[in-house]
């Protein structure tokens, strides 16, 4: 089978894992993307993942508190939704190693690079976890910079909207819907797609990004094949 990426990095939102409850973690909507992950594992494309936490906390809901403590527990809330989702792929059957940049060795890996690269050698699903291991850093921004560090093909970055919009096309009817950006085009435009970090990242080291919804799983998939749905990031 001819593969249009070897090495993938699926970047989830903590809000993805919630389902219609909208907090928390919602077993069935969790087991219905690691089906969709496990079709790609299938395939013999290496999986890594990054997951958010906004379903439990973010870093915004800390008002009066310390800005690094309030990041910190977003980051711990990074692991809990890591946890959930290596549980759900292991009942499937898919070896996974989750891996934190906050040491935790009682439940997961503490962040190795070349360890992290020898899991997916050794077809495991990576699950990288705690953001960065620093405040003031964003999920997008360690999707980024971990892409980079495993030599990541592209980002498969999963969203609730189907692709990226010059404006919210759930306020605004006339929103316009973008098939094709480069870098630049969404830090001039200032299109809320992941921070200027995480896509400086990106461009500094040419990973693709693919923006996509997640309101049907399979779209996972889908991305992963190669399909151009929602919308493609690259460089000029």
Sequence with gaps: MNLEYKRVMIKLSGEALAGPQGFGIDPPTVSRICESIKKVFDRGIEVAIVVGGGNFWRGRLGEGMDKSTADYMGMLATVINALSLQDSLEHIGVPVRVQTAIEMKEIAEPYIKRKAVRHLEKKRVVIFAAGTGNPFFTTDTTASLRAAEIDADIILLAKNVDAVYDKDPAVHDDAKKYTHLCYLDVI?????????????????????????????????????????????????
């Design 188 to 236: 001039d435009k200032g299109l809320k797609v992941m921070d200027s970090t995480a896509i400086t990242l990106c461009m500094d080291n040419d990973i693709k990004i693919l923006v996509f919804g997640l309101d049907n799983p399979d779209n996972i998939l889908r991305a992963a094949m190669g399909e151009h749905i929602g919308t493609i990031i690259e460089g000029e």
